[in-house]
């Protein structure tokens, strides 16, 4: 069982910086590839990045540039930075990982990119 819980969404305005944190329990985080997906109102969840666990990333085109994904294997926590933020990044933002074939969610939370 993994359990994955995220934090540091807010009310940012548009050029602004937010971090975000997803802390994992279990035991296992350092042998994880954790993910980071985004869902907007009305819309479907999309990647925004992922990160391996040998430490390898990937992001979504809409994001490169501006966001950094990042893991601390001490502290059980995946991160994403967020940079330069745009009105469209405005969603909830769900850490995921998959392990013994399933797939585990965190709740979310929000993001909101507004003047």
């Known amino acids: 069982q993994v359990q994955l819980v995220e934090s540091g969404g807010g009310l940012v305005q548009p050029g602004g910086s937010l971090r975000l944190s997803c802390a994992a329990s279990?035991?296992?985080?350092?042998?994880?590839?954790m993910g980071w997906y985004r869902q907007a109102p009305g819309n479907q969840r999309d990647l925004v990045a992922t990160?391996?666990?040998?430490?390898?990333?990937n992001y979504a085109d809409s994001v490169k540039g501006r966001f950094t994904i990042s893991r601390d294997n001490a502290r059980d926590t995946v991160y994403l930075q967020m940079n330069s933020l745009k009105p469209e990044d405005t969603a909830v933002y769900y850490c995921?990982?998959?392990?013994?074939?399933?797939?585990?969610w965190g709740k979310g939370t929000l993001v909101t990119v507004s003047s």
């Open positions: 995921h990982t998959r392990r013994w074939g399933m797939d585990y």
């Open positions: 279990g035991n296992i985080f350092s042998i994880l590839d």
């Open positions: 990160i391996s666990n040998g430490g390898s990333t």
